[in-house]
């Protein structure tokens, strides 16, 4: 299957900083990405739908000035946590859809490692 | 909305066991859906992708059908190993444009030797 990578796989940090998470499709180009949020023992919570070249769809709930989302080319998209704290810890996981299957019954997501933060 | 439940939460069972998760949603209309594993700090691997118009998929050791009118899809894992120890989330795609996926919160599965 396709791959998708993230950078970095964990992250420890000040309160206070910013920290950003990329997310690249290595072998495709991904015009739609998504970050998801994941609490101990929880599902994936979509934060977030990432667009190349126009603005992120955020979910509700969801503070779009904290959590700012870049798709500046069909490969990459990064999550930037602005002034992180404690409650921001949690893994961060992004996915790329599919463009070879999107509209099609096949349709499907090739997510990412995960990328661990952990705010002090 | 659609909403995907999994039950159960968690299941143990020693090696060998046939197992039997289960998910439902509450929108028989998707696109397809898709039964992932996640080991513990890892992303998620797909396993099996049914469409809407399919009853079942088959991988090695592992079987998934779905039943849409009645909102039910099973994994089934036969012969359990202890490598099977994971998590498995059930996703529903809905086919809207933006090709959004609807998560379970997942069966914790343990097989012990």
């Known amino acids: 299957g396709a791959v998708v990578s993230q950078h970095p796989s964990w992250v420890i940090c000040k309160s206070g900083t910013s920290v950003k998470i990329e997310c690249r499709s290595l072998d495709f180009q991904a015009t739609t990405m998504f970050w998801y949020r994941q609490f101990p023992k929880q599902s994936l919570m979509l934060m977030a739908t990432s667009n190349e070249g126009s603005k992120a769809t955020y979910e509700q709930g969801v503070e779009k000035d904290k959590f700012l989302i870049n798709h500046a080319s069909l490969t990459l998209s990064t999550l930037t946590v602005t002034s992180a704290h404690p409650e921001d810890s949690s893994f961060y996981i992004c996915?790329?859809?599919?463009?070879?299957?999107?509209?099609?019954?096949?349709?499907?997501?090739?997510f990412g490692p995960g990328t661990r933060l952990l705010v002090l | 909305k659609q909403e995907v439940t999994q039950i159960p939460a968690a299941l143990s069972v020693p090696e060998g066991e046939n197992l039997v998760l289960n998910c439902s949603f509450t929108d028989s209309a998707i696109y397809n859906l898709q039964w992932f594993r996640q080991d513990p700090g890892k992303g998620l691997t797909s396993l099996l992708l049914i469409q809407s118009s399919q009853r079942e998929q088959t991988s090695g050791r592992l079987n998934a059908s779905l039943d849409k009118s009645s909102g039910r899809s099973t994994l089934y894992i036969a012969a359990s190993q202890p490598g099977d120890s994971a998590t498995y989330l059930c996703?529903?795609?809905?086919?809207?444009?933006?090709?959004?996926?609807?998560f379970g919160r997942g069966t914790q599965l343990t097989v012990w030797p």
């Open positions: 996703a529903v795609n809905r086919g809207s444009t933006l090709g959004r996926l609807y």
């Open positions: 996915s790329a859809r599919d463009p070879r299957t999107s509209g099609s019954p096949q349709e499907t997501q090739y």
